[in-house]
């Protein structure tokens, strides 16, 4: 059973930085690809990075030069990195299966809120 738990949002400025950890638990680790979403109030939840288990990245093109995401997996934690952040990151964060994030993955997120 995969338990997944986000942590590090809160409020922070436009143009601040914030980094947002996901602790994995269950099947390995190493071999899962992650990624992370993102809801935002009245939206469907959406794609924002992804990390393959072999170190290959994506990113959605709103956070492309922003955003980094990546791996440690002897922690099993992914992260990540959020720079030059924008009103219209905030947001509910998740981490998820990547590219299909599995509906009994979903965790209680970490709220993001950026202020204008």
């Known amino acids: 059973q995969v338990q997944l738990v986000e942590s590090g949002g809160g409020l922070v400025q436009a143009g601040g930085s914030l980094r947002l950890s996901c602790v994995y638990s269950g099947r390995t680790f190493s071999s899962s690809d992650m990624g992370w979403f993102r809801q935002a109030p009245g939206k469907e939840r959406e794609f924002v990075a992804g990390i393959r288990w072999s170190g290959g990245t994506y990113y959605a093109d709103s956070v492309k030069g922003r955003f980094t995401i990546s791996r440690d997996n002897a922690k099993n934690t992914v992260y990540l990195q959020m720079n030059s952040l924008k009103p219209e990151d905030t947001g509910v964060y998740y981490c998820?299966?990547?590219?299909?994030?599995?509906?009994?993955?979903w965790g209680q997120g970490t709220q993001v809120t950026v202020s204008s």
């Open positions: 998820n299966a990547y590219p299909r994030p599995s509906y009994a993955y």
